[in-house]
Structures are given as C-alpha cells and as structure tokens.
C-alpha cells in the first residue's frame, strides 16, 4: 500500500521567514495530494491540494509543488505569521474509490 | 457550511467495555472515514465507506468494526476496549467522488481506555 513520509517532525521559524514542508510516497499511482492544517484543538482543514496533472500550485502566501519522478510534494509557506503555527498533514490518494494515506505531520512554529 | 459532529469530545471507558463512537454529517455526503490521530503518527485510517451498508479496511482495523446504516451516520465500534485504543478518534466526510476533494473533518473524540 501507499507509505507518506514527512520531513521534518517540528519546524521552527521566525515570523517572516520561508517554511518548506517535505513529503514522499511510494505508490507510483497516486494522483491527488492535499495539504491539511490544524491548530491546536481543532480539526484539520484543507489548505491547498494538487493532482498530478500539475507540476505546481499557488494561493497567496501557500504554494505546493509535486515531482512525479521523484515522488515527492512539498508546501511552501512565504511571509510566516504568528497565525501559520500549527500542526501540517500531507497526504497522497490515488483518487476514486481508494484511501487517502497522510504523513505524520510537522509542528511549525512562528516565533514573532 | 458543512457541519460534521462526533458523539463526543471525551470518553472515558475502562478495559473490556463495548464502545460506540458516532459521526453525523449533515450535507448529504456520500463518503465516510475514521481515523485514529497519535502523536508522532499522523492520521491513520481505520475504516472507510463508500455508500450505505457499504465498508471497507483502512490501515488499522483490528480492534474495530463499523456501522452504516444510514448515509448520514457513520459508527465506530470497539467491541472489547484496550488501553493501546486510548487516543483521538476523527470522523471525516466527503462528498460524491471517492477520495479526490477535502475532507470535512469532525471535531475529534478523546478516548481514555483504563
């Protein structure tokens, strides 16, 4: 089956600063890769997604690119605020009726 | 606004007792999931379905079964609870279209087995 790995486990930046986010997969098949934040004591939520048809994506402050070759997908987070600071899952799926695998997250954290 | 909600925020159960987790959500979605989220572990996926009466493993099973009887809810059920099940529980949904799309995450259930 699928297997996400996420790099690194805590992050630390200071506010203003670039954050980059680094995820892998196995499963050559794979095709849709979100990206969820969650905030201490909340749920997670979508931030931003690609599939595979598209090497890069961008909103706002937020960007992810994805390298089919290599296998892997990254989040890029420019002008970190205080608010970005929060736990970041990415995940991979290979869409329809299959499973979506997350990584095991990366705690940033925005120092003002 | 998509509104999913749990049964409840925290459970205390000791070990041995039969378990019920409920997931509502209320935007008629077609998709269901529960996940188990640990520290250091990320999300993982228990059990999924599909449609109504329809279900399928995820990742971690053992211990667990589910029920869904209706498109609206999505039971979890730990037949005979251990201390090793102690931890977050989270119901998502999705609309039509399988897994591609977000995921309406509810607001998680704390389960202490002692």
């Known amino acids: 089956g699928e297997n996400v790995e996420q790099h690194p486990s805590t992050l630390s930046v200071q506010e203003g600063d670039s954050a980059v986010i680094k995820c892998t997969y196995s499963?050559?098949?794979?095709?849709?890769f979100p990206w969820y934040k969650q905030e201490l004591g909340k749920r997670p939520q979508l931030i931003i997604d690609?599939?595979?048809?598209?090497g890069e994506k961008k909103d706002q402050r937020i960007a992810v690119t994805l390298n089919k070759t290599a296998k892997h997908f990254s989040l890029h987070i420019t002008e970190t605020q205080p608010e970005d600071s929060a736990v970041y899952f990415c995940a991979a799926s290979q869409g329809g009726y299959q499973k979506v695998t997350f990584g095991t997250g990366t705690k940033l954290q925005v120092i003002p | 606004d998509v509104k999913v909600t749990q049964s409840s925020r925290y459970l205390v159960k000791r070990t041995g007792e039969k378990v019920f987790l409920e997931c509502v959500q209320d935007?008629?979605?077609?998709?269901m999931f529960w996940y188990r989220q640990d520290p250091g572990l990320g999300l993982r996926l228990i059990y999924f379905s599909y449609d109504v009466k329809m279900k399928e493993k995820g990742d971690i099973p053992e211990g667990y079964s589910v029920s869904r009887e209706k498109k609206e809810r999505f039971s979890l059920i730990l037949e005979s609870a251990s201390t090793n099940q102690t931890s977050m529980y989270l119901c998502?949904?999705?609309?039509?279209?399988?897994?591609?799309?977000?995921?309406?995450f509810g607001p998680g259930t704390r389960l202490t087995v002692l």
């Open positions: 499963d050559s098949a794979s095709n849709y």
């Open positions: 998502a949904s999705t609309p039509a279209g399988g897994s591609l799309g977000e995921q309406f």
């Open positions: 690609i599939r595979s048809n598209v």
């Open positions: 935007m008629d979605h077609e998709n």
